[in-house]
């Protein structure tokens, strides 16, 4: 059992770390949120030339074949940096679905495209009332040898930017997956931001029009693909989400050194401390649980769910408490738009609804973590 | 970072619950399992010897003295394997809190005096640390230690000394001088309990049960020879051996214990037309206790081996106290949760199965319950304060 980072792995942390200081500092990052701002791939052809889409993807497509923990690593740089740009919905989970399955044509041809950052990805699953709840209300028809699409698609992560968007819907009475050009007719698109100004989509199939090859995955096939996706996804948001609050808990460390109240640093005061040593611990355990959702996460399906939302259950309300406190210790600042801390706390409310919420996994684990009891 | 556990280690879990199973004593097992969290000094003694034959009973000390050079997954694992099996928890104050500074600036006849028969669960110690005026603020201990000749004199007064009506020797911090900064004078002394002079006076706790006590010491002879490394030099030797284990703290092998019995007794108790476990605001108390534990349990392998970190040691160290004490008392009150109104009854300790009561109506799973939870109230002010701890985190993290 060994916590240390591989060289490798410290070239990739430390490389993350490099990029997003210079080029996406916090000044740079509210420079790019401003309402008025356009939206720009600039980093995102970064990230492709720094390897970063390749990194989780299969060797055989063209990718570098890392793993979870490799991604993890990544993704908590991510949210270091409060990054808005849908890696995460992309590289991580949509990349995951389409080198698992899906014909080889298809694979050979969109995976490469999506490591050069020419081509995004989209994952169409939740629906409107539904919560996150995975069987879809979207249905796909047969119809002349293709397939027709029909159903309401909400809170796609990174719809706008999308040019191919993998899709739920029930095929003869199974969960099927496919993948549906974004500007194809029959799919209407309504963009919207989310809290944190990341770009979401609404997207309404209106008997939209797929070709054979267009099946990814049908049957127990894309059941299992997705719950795995997701639950790689819930770790890599998890990871996240770490990223954010140590992000939060630094610049608080420094902000209350040098803010002077009553002719001393707010530091000096006990309950300031007490409040710093509290975040702390939370960031220590909020480690501790996304290491253990790594290092369980291949041993068996039923590991790896538990895994997953031990993980999710625990980092999310834990970040909340961690940023909460920062914003406290902030004062007045800490809710402006012009602080750090702020955006840290909005970033993660918004992170701990993403890929299902504290109370989804915390019955989740209680469902896989408690003896079975028999109704009496 | 590789997360792929030894394959020998599954070889050595079952080694260890094949010993266990065939050589703890069931009777021993029993009351332990019935215990709430503090006392069964005798039991904890007698599974020392019954380890000692095997080698394992101080499998932390080095190889020279009778450890075992396991690795850390290693006593992970033994920990485990004993903790479920309802083994006693090893004496702390012996093994692991006066023998490694024994054996770091201990004489070659202290050692050789001292140390067989704590290994051999033979003699049972105490710690003679606070006082009456000196609990966090240790450094203002006053009892005093005056040389004449070739023996130390004591006069003074020591509380929280667990395990004083039990034990054979104690490790006591006393001053010896006068200094500019308070932690200057203090020396570390072994004195035998059985010395004229020492009287020891039970402290009752809420849970009903003599623990701890009170230590007086009048005119109290200590030998020179009973000095543990150099005068006015016991500050050092104290911060050093509380510091020592470092992952001890987080107790995460009683908690684990406690919450599965828990779950257990959830999955059994009614509530209305439901188990405990199945009612949603029950259940997800325990999904929280479980997160938390899980957590608990990798930040201990962190430590255990030795991931390299920035952050401070000391201030690791002190969120695995903090936490762990938290946690132990979130699991407790939680188990009293789950057994509603049963919880209220007093039962003796030392109670033997034949004197339980009609078993329908008192399940035996209550004993112990409700008096670890009483006893556990203390254990954020034990083994340095929380408030202290947080202290520690705050100017060894943040610098302040």
Redesign the interface.
């Known amino acids: ?6 060289e490798e ?1 410290r070239l990739l942390r430390d490389g993350a770390q490099r990029y997003f200081r210079e080029q996406h500092s916090f000044l740079q990052y509210r420079e790019l949120i401003r309402e008025d701002q356009q939206p720009d791939d600039k980093h995102w052809l970064s990230f492709a030339e720094l390897g970063w889409h390749a990194l989780p993807v299969q060797e055989q497509f063209g990718g570098l074949g890392f793993g979870l ?1 490799d991604v993890a690593i990544l993704m908590e740089e991510v949210g270091r940096s409060l990054v808005v740009d849908p890696y995460l919905s992309s590289t991580v989970l949509c990349t995951r679905l389409l080198e698992r399955a899906g014909s080889l044509l298809l694979r050979e041809q969109v995976l490469p495209s999506v490591i050069e950052g020419k081509t995004v990805l989209a994952l169409a699953f939740a629906e409107p009332g539904k919560r996150y709840e995975t069987t879809p209300e979207t249905i796909a028809r047969h119809a002349n040898g293709s397939y027709e699409l029909h159903g309401k698609k909400t809170l796609v992560l990174g719809g706008p930017q999308a040019d191919m968007l993998l899709v739920t819907a029930m095929l003869d009475g199974e969960l099927a997956l496919f993948s549906v050009d974004a500007s194809a007719a029959g799919v209407a698109r309504h963009d919207y931001l989310l809290i944190d100004r990341s770009g979401c989509s609404d997207v309404e199939f209106q008997n939209t029009v797929v070709d054979k090859e267009a099946l990814v995955a049908v049957g127990s096939v894309a059941t299992e693909l997705l719950d795995e996706a997701l639950d790689r996804a819930t770790i890599a948001v998890s990871a996240q989400i770490l990223g954010v609050m140590e992000a939060a808990l630094e610049a608080t ?1 420094d902000h ?2 040098s803010r002077i109240a009553f002719n001393a640093p707010l ?2 005061l ?1 309950a ?3 409040l ?3 975040a ?2 939370e960031v ?3 480690r ?2 996304l ?2 959702g ?2 369980e996460f291949d041993a068996s399906a039923r590991s790896r769910r538990l895994a997953a939302s ?1 993980a999710k ?2 980092i999310g309300p834990s970040a909340k408490q961690v940023c909460g406190i920062c914003v406290q210790l902030h004062g007045g600042y800490g809710i402006t738009d012009e602080y750090l801390v702020g955006h840290c706390y909005r970033k993660v409310v918004l992170l701990e609804k993403l890929f299902g919420d504290t ?1 989804h996994h ?2 989740r ?2 469902s896989l ?3 079975v ?1 028999s ?2 | 970072m590789n997360f792929e556990f030894d394959n020998n280690l599954q070889t050595f879990r079952e080694e260890v619950r094949d010993f266990v199973s065939t050589n703890l004593p069931p009777d021993i097992a029993w009351r332990v399992q019935h215990n709430g969290y503090l006392g069964l000094h005798e039991e904890r003694l007698a599974w020392a010897k019954i380890l000692s034959k095997r080698g394992w009973s101080v499998p932390h000390w080095p190889v020279e003295h009778g450890g075992t050079n396991w690795s850390a997954m290693y006593h992970h694992v033994f920990n485990e394997e004993c903790m479920k099996a309802h083994a006693p928890k090893p004496s702390v104050q012996g093994p692991y809190l006066v023998a490694p500074a024994i054996i770091a600036v201990g004489t070659e006849e202290q050692k050789d005096l001292f140390l067989p028969a704590i290994r051999g669960g033979d003699h049972l110690w105490c710690q003679g640390f606070s006082e009456p005026n000196a609990g966090s603020d240790l450094a203002s201990l006053r009892t005093t230690a005056t040389l004449e000749g070739d023996h130390y004199v004591v006069n003074g007064q020591k509380v929280w000394t667990s395990g004083a009506h039990h034990a054979d020797w104690g490790f006591f911090l006393v001053r010896t001088s006068k200094e500019e900064r308070k932690q200057q004078g203090l020396t570390f002394l072994l004195i035998d309990m059985r010395s004229p002079g020492v009287t020891v006076r039970p402290v009752i706790t809420i849970d009903g049960e003599h623990h701890t006590n009170e230590c007086f010491l009048e005119n109290v002879h200590v030998p020179v020879d009973n000095l543990l490394g150099k005068p006015g030099h016991g500050w050092t030797y104290a911060k050093t051996l509380l510091g020592h284990e470092r992952a001890a703290s987080a107790e995460i092998y009683w908690s684990r214990k406690w919450l599965e019995a828990i779950k257990q007794i959830a999955s059994q108790e009614m509530l209305g037309e439901l188990p405990v476990i199945a009612n949603p605001v029950h259940r997800h108390k325990l999904a929280r206790l479980e997160l938390e534990l899980r957590a608990l349990e990798y930040s201990v392998l962190r430590v255990l081996s030795n991931e390299k970190t920035n952050v401070a040691h000391a201030a690791i160290n002190s969120s695995l106290k903090v936490r762990g004490s938290e946690l132990m008392q979130r699991i407790t009150d939680v188990g009293i949760e789950v057994l509603g109104p049963r919880a209220l009854r007093y039962f003796e300790p030392g109670l033997a199965l034949h004197e339980l009561p009609d078993a329908d109506t008192w399940p035996d799973y209550i004993l112990g319950k409700t008096a670890a939870q009483l006893a556990l109230r203390a254990a954020t002010v034990f083994g340095g304060a929380r408030e202290i701890q947080k202290n520690i985190i705050a100017k060894t993290a943040f610098g302040l």
Do not use: C, W
């Open positions: 059992m060994d916590f240390n980072l591989s792995q923990v460390g209350v050194k530091g000096k006990q300031v401390q007490h710093l040593a509290e702390f611990i220590q355990e909020s501790s649980i290491y253990r790594l290092a031990a259950a625990y109370f915390t019955e684990v209680a973590a408690f003896p009891v109704p009496s």
